[in-house]
């Protein structure tokens, strides 16, 4: 007898396509279409803001001469507002309380502030050196100047009353 044949066929037989394949494959294209007009509205937008700096950076690119007007502009404002922190009332009023102690007998002739050190160049004149001595001793004891202190002091030769020409430092204090 003789055995029956054996068919033997190693390859597997073609799948047909199904519905749900097509279906897999649709979906499949449309994310994958969906994912390029993504891509490409976000380069669109990327080329837009690119544009926008690079217009941002050219405009603010400053002409050496605004530069130079600025620092200008800057140092006034600093000088201006270490004028405006003078406490210009307290010592003036002080300078003038020590005047009328002298009875009027020392002249005030220059006040100059030095805004870094906080201190002040008092320039003045007496009839003599007692007097000088009384109105520093005056400002020694004021509330808004500190360590007042004789600098120079020379007799006038060239006048005929002979009057003591002094100057004198003191540092101010802050208001508050």
């Known amino acids: ?54 217009d941002a950076v050219r405009r603010s690119s400053r002409n050496p001469a605004d530069a130079v007007d600025a620092q200008r502009q ?8 270490r004028e405006l922190g003078t406490p210009w009332t307290s010592v003036l009023a002080e300078l003038e309380a020590a005047s009328h102690a002298s009875e009027g007998k020392v002249s005030l002739l220059a006040v100059e502030p030095d805004h870094e050190k ?34 120079s002091h020379e007799v006038v030769a060239d006048d005929k009353d002979h009057p003591v020409r002094f100057a004198m430092t003191a540092d101010w204090l802050e208001s508050p």
């Open 1 to 54: 007898m003789s055995a029956p044949s054996l068919l033997l066929d190693f390859a597997a037989p073609r799948v047909r396509t199904t519905l749900t394949g097509m279906v897999l494959l649709v979906v499949g294209l449309s994310a994958v279409a969906l994912a390029c007009l993504e891509y490409r509205a976000v380069s669109m937008k990327r080329a837009g803001l690119e544009m926008k700096l690079a």
């Open 74 to 81: 800057s140092d006034e404002a600093t000088s201006i507002t």
């Open 118 to 151: 906080h201190r002040i160049l008092i320039k003045a004149e007496s009839k003599d050196l007692s007097l000088a001595l009384a109105y520093l001793k005056r400002l020694q004891d004021s509330h808004s100047l500190r360590y007042p202190m004789l600098d």
